[in-house]
């Protein structure tokens, strides 16, 4: 499980998701109860491939820790219009770290296509998370 994820999210970080998202599936089905980080990357897949909801359901199961789960849970509420959901999130996500900011998350995307980038600080902005 761990090869196929951590493979996964280089293919989603590489603009393959289709293909990441495939693997995960396939990882899944021989390990149907696989380590929680795993939700993580699942959600960040769906997340590029906009299956928003999808993604919401993945980041949930990842929990809260690290602070920039509720930032990603947040941001993909934020793409479906849930903006109260969104607001809480960005709450949570404070709360663990008080000095995120957008910038905090451009950061850790560095290594990420522009464009996959620009989508999620797109969701962190229209969840409202601090400039």
């Known amino acids: 499980m761990n090869i196929a994820t951590d493979r996964a999210n280089w293919l989603n970080y590489k603009d393959r998701s289709e293909e990441?998202?495939?693997?995960?599936?396939?990882?899944?089905?021989?390990?149907p109860y696989p380590p929680a980080?795993?939700?993580?990357?699942?959600?960040?897949?769906?997340?590029?491939?906009?299956?928003?909801?999808?993604?919401?359901?993945?980041?949930?199961?990842a929990g809260p820790q690290p602070y920039w789960m509720p930032g990603l849970l947040a941001a993909a509420y934020a793409q479906l219009g849930q903006s109260e959901n969104a607001r809480k999130a960005v709450a949570a996500m404070l709360k663990i770290k008080p000095?995120?900011?957008l910038g905090t998350f451009a950061?850790?995307?560095?290594?990420?296509?522009?464009?996959?980038?620009?989508?999620?600080?797109?969701?962190?902005?229209?969840?409202?998370v601090p400039e």
């Open 99 to 101: 000095d995120c900011v």
């Open 107 to 128: 950061r850790l995307a560095i290594h990420i296509d522009p464009r996959k980038r620009e989508h999620i600080l797109d969701g962190l902005r229209k969840a409202g």
């Open 20 to 31: 990441a998202i495939r693997l995960l599936d396939a990882a899944m089905q021989r390990d």
């Open 37 to 61: 980080w795993i939700w993580e990357v699942r959600g960040s897949v769906l997340y590029q491939l906009k299956r928003y909801e999808e993604a919401i359901a993945a980041y949930l199961k």
